[in-house]
T-cell receptor, first 112, second 113 residues
Framework: GQQVMQIPQYQHVQEGEDFTTYCNSS?????IQWYKQRPGGHPVFLIQ?????EVKKQKRLTFQFGEAKKNSSLHITATQTTDVGTYFC????????????FGTGTRLTVIP | KAGVTQTPRYLIKTRGQQVTLSCSPI?????VSWYQQTPGQGLQFLFE???????NKGNFPGRFSGRQFSNSRSEMNVSTLELGDSALYLC????????????FGPGTRLTVT
């Protein structure tokens, strides 16, 4: 079955440092979405990437979709304490069931 | 627009009982998905409904079932509860399945004792 893995599982950074999480799918994806879940909260949509090799930026956040549409990354520049939370990627496979498969998530802790 | 609402927010049940959780999507959204979230397993897909039809089903036992009504509201039912069913159950609505983002509700925290 489809699997979406994320690394690292946990990341502790000093405030001001950069942070990157990587997402790898076992199958080719039609699109990839990123969500953020604050502690005690629910996932909130951040962005969607559709095209092979696509790069999108949201202020300090940069999202990339791999050329093969099987991997993606989220990079945060100069982390702030408001960036704390778990970041999930989620994708739909181009084959088989096309429900949204969530990655395992990366929990980010920012030390002030 | 009002967000996705889920009721109840918290629930405590004993093993063997059954439970029904409710989800009201954002007005105009016809797609509703359900997820189980546990610390060890992350977000696991349960099922997806669109226009009262189940489009996809995750890898969960038959004790987990759901339905969607004509007004797009959805319910999920878990029968013969087990301790391992303790989790946060999240409902998400979308304008249409496929390319659109999902909006999550606050979840129902189910504890099975």
């Amino acid at each position: 079955g489809q699997q979406v893995m994320q690394i690292p599982q946990y990341q502790h950074v000093q405030e001001g440092e950069d942070f990157t999480t990587y997402c790898n799918s076992s199958t080719t994806l039609s699109n990839i979405q990123w969500y953020k879940q604050r502690p005690g909260g629910h996932p909130v949509f951040l962005i969607q990437l559709v095209k092979s090799g696509e790069v999108k930026k949201q202020k300090r956040l940069t999202f990339q979709f791999g050329e093969a549409k099987k991997n993606s990354s989220l990079h945060i520049t100069a982390t702030q304490t408001t960036d704390v939370g778990t970041y999930f990627c989620a994708g739909r496979s181009v084959t088989g069931a096309n429900n949204l498969f969530f990655g395992t998530g990366t929990r980010l802790t920012v030390i002030p | 627009k009002a967000g996705v609402t889920q009721t109840p927010r918290y629930l405590i049940k004993t093993r063997g009982q059954q439970v029904t959780l409710s989800c009201s999507p954002i007005s105009g959204h016809r797609s509703v998905s359900w997820y189980q979230q546990t610390p060890g397993q992350g977000l696991q897909f349960l099922f997806e409904y669109f226009s009262e039809t189940q489009r996809n089903k995750g890898n969960f036992p038959g004790r987990f079932s759901g339905r969607q009504f004509s007004n797009s509201r959805s319910e999920m039912n878990v029968s013969t509860l087990e301790l391992g069913d303790s989790a946060l159950y999240l409902c998400a609505s979308s304008a249409d399945p496929g390319l659109y983002e999902q909006y999550f509700g606050p979840g129902t925290r189910l504890t099975v004792t």
